[in-house]
RNA sequence: GCCGGAGUAGCUCAGUCGGUUAGAGCAGCGGAAUCAUAAUCCGCGUGUCGCAGGUUCGAGUCCUGCCUCCGGCACCA
């Protein structure tokens, strides 16, 4: 089985926030679950450099595209790794193994007759060397960005014949509900294809910061189809000498309800036009808010993921982001949450079963877990929970899906409580039940870290080597006996101290 | 305007094919315990299930109308 997993690529006219995070994480999660099934896994994220946002955001800042990019490119990729993202390769628009491919793919489609020549008139901005969209132009026809009066102009564009598609995407969404998800979403997408599609302006001819279109090079292809070819391009050109494209393809998509449009359909028509297959689905999740408003930098309530983690951690600001807000939604968060969540969930509920376990087996029979079965009350709390856990992640529920997980941390506490091992510890004709119950919350504590693994790999990473656990796949209760001798652990999710 | 979704406990939400006293988490109040990062566990809800009708033996769950909010509606990263 091989399973291939994508963010949007970034565009590098602005720097990396929690929003790209998000996206990243989730893909992440994802990606590190399909490894723990023992999968051929690829992960890609990357950044999307061409286009007039970035021309203007270059001539704003005096450099040029190229120049922003290189310097925009390597935030994104340490913000990758700074949350502990599992990417098997970096994605660059610019980079050559790209460019080649895109203009592959477009001559394709072109040969393919979805291409021809036709006449994009609109409201022109010569400082933009771009055209503005009515929704855009400000009052007195003027430039949003340079505030200056547009003027009418055409141009002539190569236009791909996206109307030509439309029963097909129908087709598509009819045959396969899942293509896009969750539902809602991919309502919204059949209601637009019904309306009934327009063909697309598929370059520019004013603007040079782009791929040159190859049958015409004094024009390069419209942003929005070099980006989204990235996820094609990358599997040809990730591996030095080998093409993983037919290993990897299709790829599963995570994006944010903003770009829906573009990848729920003018991309699967695009890789119809060339004769691609479309790919295995998407999952479009929505904004997080801070105070009601989309982060933006113009509002300035961005929460910034670098504060976050330098305080409590990648793995808590990964835990944050999808127990929060139920992932598909938009949802509030807040500073104030997350140390909420931070304190009453990871340090106290999970991070302090763990200790107390671990201290525990440690006080009463020397840090070795007993050998013996589990208590059958215990043992039905586990059961089928990694199916379940497998089957919402199949449909991206990312939280839901940690839901059940946290149901079993909080079973754990509950057990815990119900057995009392340091009343049984104090009779000797227990001993045997008190075998069970620490075997239990060892088994138990292994098969929910195990669970978490996807979403926290550092922590979990740490408990499962202080429970002597050295494999990382998808777990079973009751797999594994006793015996092992278990580690010192510090505590996993520290307490910050109180500020003042 | 058109299409779609949502309106359930103070807050965030779950309620599958209509069926027993409408649920969870958080917050609040009370209690138990001491293995543990003073961490945990237990108990406590008089909710017009947006409003008004209707179908049904029976509706949060289906139908109609209305109110409120949100999203989508073509080239916007």
Redesign the pocket.
């Known amino acids: 089985m091989a399973f291939y997993v994508t963010t ?4 590098v ?1 602005g720097e990396p926030h929690l929003g790209h995070a998000y996206s990243t994480i989730a893909a992440d999660i994802l990606a590190r679950h399909h490894r723990q099934r023992g999968e051929d896994v690829f992960f890609l994220t990357g950044t ?1 450099e061409f ?3 970035v021309a203007q955001q270059a001539e704003r800042e005096g450099v040029t595209p190229r120049e922003l990019g290189d310097r925009l490119a390597p935030r994104f990729k340490e913000m990758a790794a700074k949350v502990n993202a599992s990417n098997d390769f970096f994605i660059r628009t610019t980079d050559e193994g790209h460019q080649r491919r895109v203009q592959e793919v477009v001559q394709r489609v072109y040969d393919n007759g979805h291409v021809y020549e036709g006449m ?1 008139e609109g409201w022109y901005c010569p400082r933009c060397a771009d ?6 132009i400000e009052d007195g026809n003027r430039c949003p960005i340079h505030k200056i009066e547009l003027t009418r102009e055409k141009e002539k564009n190569w236009f791909f014949r ?2 030509a598609f439309q029963e097909e995407l129908e087709k598509l969404y009819a045959e396969r509900p899942s293509f896009v998800e969750p539902g ?1 979403r991919r ?2 997408a059949l ?2 294809v019904r ?7 598929l370059s520019r001819r004013r603007l040079k910061w782009g791929v040159p279109v190859p049958w015409d090079t004094d024009q390069v292809i ?3 189809f070099d ?2 070819l990235n996820y094609y391009t990358a599997l040809s050109y990730a591996r030095d000498g080998e093409d993983l494209t037919p290993l990897f393809w299709p790829a599963f998509h995570i994006l944010a ?6 990848h729920a359909v003018y991309w699967p028509a695009f890789l119809m036009a060339a004769g691609i297959e479309v790919p295995k689905g998407m999952f479009i999740h929505g904004f997080l808010l801070m105070e009601g408003h989309k982060m933006s930098k113009s509002l300035g309530n961005v929460l910034d993921p670098d504060q976050v983690i330098e305080m409590f951690g990648a793995d808590a600001l990964r835990y944050y982001c999808f127990r929060e807000v ?1 992932f598909g ?1 938009d ?2 968060i807040s500073p104030q949450g997350f140390e ?1 969540r931070y304190e ?1 969930e ?12 671990l ?2 087996i440690g ?1 009463y029979r020397d840090g070795v877990v007993p050998s013996a079965d589990p208590e059958a009350e215990l043992a039905s709390a586990f059961e089928g929970v990694v199916e379940r856990v497998r089957g919402l992640l199949d449909e991206s529920e990312l939280t839901h899906a940690l839901d059940e997980i946290w149901k079993l941390v ?1 079973r754990l ?2 057990y ?3 057995t ?4 049984l510890a104090k009779d000797e004709t227990d001993s045997e039940r008190l075998d069970s119950v620490l075997y239990g919350l060892a088994e138990g504590l292994r098969v929910t870290t195990l669970l978490l693994h996807a979403y926290m790999p550092d922590t979990t990473g740490r408990l499962l080597d202080a429970l002597a656990e050295p494999d990382r796949g998808l777990p079973e209760f009751g797999s594994r006996g006793g015996g092992q001798i278990l580690a010192e652990l510090d ?5 910050l101290q109180k500020a003042q």
């Open positions: 949007p690529i970034y565009y006219n999307d286009g007039e946002p994009y055209f503005k969209t009515e929704a855009e996206l109307s809602f309502n919204e209601a637009f309306q009934g599609l327009q063909d697309v302006s419209y942003v929005w980006a989204l309800k903003d770009i829906l449009k573009f139920s939604r949802g509030q909420a009453t990871l340090a106290n509920e999970y991070g302090n079963l763990a200790n107390r376990s201290s525990m006080r909080r506490n509950q815990v409580e119900e009392a091992p340091w009343k505590p996993l999710f520290p307490k």
